[in-house]
């Protein structure tokens, strides 16, 4: 327990700069939808469909989003909340042991009258700790600037699987770069290596929305795991729902089996 | 001229590696996605011709720039931006905050060389870096435009942009780079400045109101509004130019006196 509280009142500052940021996003972007919709929502719609997809693509609506409906447009703010999860998801993750290794503490922390095991298992639930907490935030702020705007559309179905979809990718990346950080001996380099997947799997994104005959692509998108047409129609896709709970389960395995033999440096 | 060579020693790699990979996101975008735009602006015309004036002067619309190469290079500039102020911020943090981050700037400062000179010299390092990327960008988007309805002095204006945005985010790098008391994953912050930058753009495109658009560096050498106002804003030049020189200032300044950071 320890251990949690002390990776606590490490993140708890960050948290907060974070949860601001997230905030003003959510807050900012919802109101302004009172002024799409209220000045001319139907005509949005109508000339959205005549952009060409590429262009859609390139500024991050995908297809079939309309962002004259309120569905869409929140479709739209949950693209960009889930870039802040995945980006606050790594940096836990890095930090997990990325922070002792740069700091040279591991010494000290393995003298302690605790098994590598579990003192990685600590490490690995006090950091998920701010991820969980700044994704229910998430979820809760969206639906607090929903109650602010007058709308007749009902997307409370829809805001609760962003919610937990959000979670889920942004639980991906924390347990990739978890593992990263356990196999390279350079904290540095695995905090290099996680943003550029992400990096990747930005653009991939983009390419995605684009090409039509991508679907081979989508697994390698963590970004595109759960697209707006799926989520909006209330269905979960189960493939990459098992797809990404495996990706977290085995990063995490492995994760343990690399720390026990990990040498100090 | 030791400290410089180092820097752009240590540099040069991952300066390639950036270098290569905007220039190659550049020519993808103008070999795969470009003639998927250009199929659909013969279609898009005729639509928008279909449509009545006061429809279109209700969005501000100017077609005629949207369709066309320089439209296209507008929107596919968000990319190439946001990966240069990465890369900006990326090199200036290694340069400026390489020492903290390894706890050993005591070793750096006993050096006989004080420590403005040692600034400066690392500031040209990274500079020189930049520079390499903005020049090369600056051919291969100068290339785009001559390849596709011809060179104008738009083009080159804009062809500049990504030089003169990675500039901004070199200094804030280094802003922060100098002023943060303890760093411990500079590719991570880098990461996390440009992405912010790139979060604040999206809020103040939300805004639609002039004002904040001050607040977002991105907005500043946009091509999409210099091709607008066919020309870079003055206002936008005269921050930009007092963020550049402020910054320097304060982080010579800063890095001249501050106290060696202990290990918290």
Known sequence: ?265 | MNVYYFEVKSLARSCFIWTASIVMVFYSFLLFVYPIFEDGIAIMEVMFANMPAEFMQAFGLEVSSLLNYSGFYAFAFLYYSLMGAIMATHLSLTAFAREKANQCEEFLFVKPMNRSRLFWAKLASVATCVLFCSVCYFLSSIHGFAEHGGLSQMGVLVSISLGLQQIIFLCIGMLVGVCKQKIRFISGLAATIGFSAFLVQTIVNLFEEDMFTYLSPFHYFAPSLVLEQNGYGVGYMVIALCMVLGSILFSYQRYTNADIAMGK
């Open chain 1, 1 to 265: 327990m320890n251990i949690v509280k002390e990776e606590l009142r490490v993140q708890i500052k960050r948290f907060l700069y974070w949860t601001i940021g997230l905030g003003v996003l959510i807050f900012v972007g919802t109101a302004k939808f009172q002024g799409i919709s209220g000045a001319n929502g139907e005509s949005i719609a109508e000339l959205m469909s005549y952009y060409p997809k590429v262009l859609l693509a390139m500024l991050g609506m995908p297809q079939g989003i309309d962002i004259g409906t309120l569905s869409g447009y929140q479709g739209i703010l949950a693209y960009y909340s889930l870039i802040c999860v995945c980006i606050y998801a790594i940096f836990l993750g890095n930090g997990v042991i990325g922070r002792e290794m740069t700091d040279q503490t591991y010494e000290f922390l393995f003298t302690k009258p605790r098994s590598r095991r579990s003192i990685l298992a600590w490490k690995i639930i006090g950091a998920a700790i701010p991820l969980t907490a700044y994704c229910i935030l998430n979820y809760w702020l969206t639906r607090m600037a929903l109650t602010m705007i007058t709308s007749e559309e009902i997307i409370t179905n829809q805001v609760e699987l962003y919610g937990i979809t959000t979670y889920l990718i942004g639980l991906i990346f924390y347990g990739f770069t978890i593992l990263c950080s356990t196999i390279l001996v350079k904290s540095e380099r695995a905090s290099v290596i996680s943003f550029a997947l992400f990096f990747v799997s930005f653009f991939l994104g983009g390419i995605y929305d684009v090409a039509e005959e991508a679907h081979v692509l989508r697994i390698f998108t963590p970004l595109r795991y759960f697209t707006y047409t799926e989520l909006a129609s209330n269905n979960l896709p189960i493939e990459y729902l098992v797809i990404s709970l495996a990706i977290l389960t085995l990063s995490i395995i492995c994760a343990f089996q690399f720390f026990q033999k990990r040498d100090l440096l």
